[in-house]
């Protein structure tokens, strides 16, 4: 039986094979599946799943809330007040969290769901999306990096030792630079509510979270292996925005795609922290994305007047439409079979 910590959410522990147990929240009511699209989240460094609670939240997605539901991923170690991970705990690299994921969609019976990641998250579950794109309809990547770590993360990690119980502030400072990005001047309200954000994610940085295992995740961020998307099978949809680190990273990533209109990419003007800082622009692209895979389709598009058949009923609209896909996945690839 599940725990229940947050409103509306549910919590599940998982074993997987390789990366030991995985803490996963529920959002939404999984019954209703077959009637709801279903996400897959995994956050960025330095926070868990409440920042993807957080953003799910959000008035911009409420709509779309009301018709799914979310399946949020702590990386091991990330839950809240989690103790230190033990030293003959191996962590695992970014490829084996992305391939053990699948473990957390047979054990909630999840036949098919869209990944929905931040950064190290995002780079987690393109590599979900490669290992097992019969389960994945799509890929919703925010600032993902597909290179392996650059010259500007060896050099600021050089004067981090990553060692110890407390973070550094040079250690903060790569965080907050990471997940915000480029600092520019800004004037009244924004620089406010920006202000805000630095102030709440460094208080969580040293709040209920386990240095210890952020530092875990960083290592493994750092040390990740090139990810190749060009025979990528799910329709992937991009997000930066140009004050991001990895803006032209994400840029470059999407010219290199062979199947242009398998990928879209979305770049949102002076914010680096998209989900924080542009909620409703990007939930209006998550939607359109969706509705492309034949989910969320009783929403109308941004801008569009809703019209719908009195012959059909919402619930009808909002059922997956996967016969596009043409699926016929093999026994390996098949969800288990729910027991009654």
């Not at 359109?288 to 929403?299: A, D």
Request: proline content about 5%; hydrophobic content about 35%.
């Amino acid at each position: 039986m599940p725990d229940t910590e947050e409103k509306g959410v549910q919590k599940y522990v998982v074993s997987t094979d390789r990366s030991g147990d995985i803490h996963v929240h529920v959002q939404g009511d999984l019954s209703q599946q077959d009637k709801r699209c279903v996400f897959v989240t995994v956050h960025d460094l330095g926070t868990n799943h409440s920042s993807m609670v957080d953003y799910v939240n959000c008035p911009a997605m409420s709509e779309i809330k009301e018709r799914s539901c979310f399946i949020h991923i702590d990386v091991p170690g990330h839950e809240e007040n989690s103790p230190d991970l033990p030293d003959s705990y191996q962590f695992p690299s970014l490829q084996t969290l992305g391939e053990d994921l699948i473990t957390v969609l047979d054990f909630l019976h999840i036949r098919y769901a869209v990944g929905l990641g931040e950064g190290a998250g995002a780079n987690v579950l393109a590599r979900c999306g490669l290992a097992h794109p019969r389960r994945l309809l799509g890929l919703i990547l925010v600032n993902c990096t597909a290179s392996t770590s650059s010259v500007a993360d060896a050099f600021r990690t050089r004067f981090s030792r990553w060692k110890g119980t407390d973070i550094s502030q040079s250690e903060e400072d790569f965080l907050i630079y990471h997940k915000f990005g480029h600092q520019i001047s800004m004037e009244g309200g924004d620089a406010m509510e920006r202000e805000r954000m630095l102030s709440e994610y460094r208080s969580r940085l040293r709040g209920n979270l386990n240095t210890h295992n952020i530092k875990l995740y960083v290592k493994a961020f750092i040390n990740r292996k090139d990810l190749v998307l060009k025979g990528c099978q799910p329709d992937i949809l991009l997000i930066t925005g140009t004050l991001s680190p990895y803006s032209a990273v994400v840029e470059k990533m999407y010219k290199e795609m062979e199947h242009k209109e398998r990928v879209t990419i979305l770049k949102v003007e002076r914010v680096g922290d998209v989900l924080a800082e542009a909620p409703a622009k990007v939930s209006q692209s998550l939607l359109l994305f969706c509705q492309g895979q034949g989910l969320l389709t009783s929403l109308p598009p941004p801008g569009v007047e809703r019209r719908m058949s009195r012959a059909m009923s919402m619930e009808e609209y909002d059922k997956p439409n996967i016969r596009r896909l043409s699926l016929t996945p093999s026994a390996s690839e098949s969800p288990p079979a729910r027991k009654v």
